[in-house]
């Protein structure tokens, strides 16, 4: 079983930047994705950033060129380094890992919120 601690959430302004950090401990199957997902306020969970082990980068429309992920697997962490923040941003975020037939885990989530 996976566990993924998320933390780097927070207050900031528009305009402002945030880095997000997943730490993921436990057996994590080799071909996987590893991805942030975010929630708004009575809004329905909506990808953000995936980053499969092969390289693949996907992104959400509507973060693409504002946030990036990465991973350090010597750490066992996933980032989101996320920039140019708009209120439309605020929510929840989830980090998430995808193992296919392995099956898959959710963090317990990190709270953003941006003011206008």
């Known amino acids: 079983q996976v566990q993924l601690v998320e933390s780097g959430g927070g207050l900031v302004q528009a305009g402002g930047s945030l880095n997000l950090s997943c730490v993921w401990s436990g057996s994590v199957f080799s071909r996987n994705v590893m991805g942030w997902y975010r929630q708004g306020p009575g809004k329905q969970r909506e990808f953000v950033a995936g980053?499969?082990?092969?390289?693949?980068?996907n992104y959400g429309a509507s973060v693409k060129g504002r946030f990036t992920i990465s991973g350090d697997n010597a750490k066992n962490t996933l980032y989101l380094q996320m920039n140019s923040l708009k209120p439309e941003d605020t929510g929840v975020y989830y980090c998430?890992?995808?193992?296919?037939?392995?099956?898959?885990?959710w963090g317990q989530g990190t709270q953003v919120t941006v003011s206008s």
């Open positions: 998430n890992v995808y193992m296919g037939l392995y099956g898959d885990s």
């Open positions: 980053l499969a082990s092969g390289g693949n980068i």
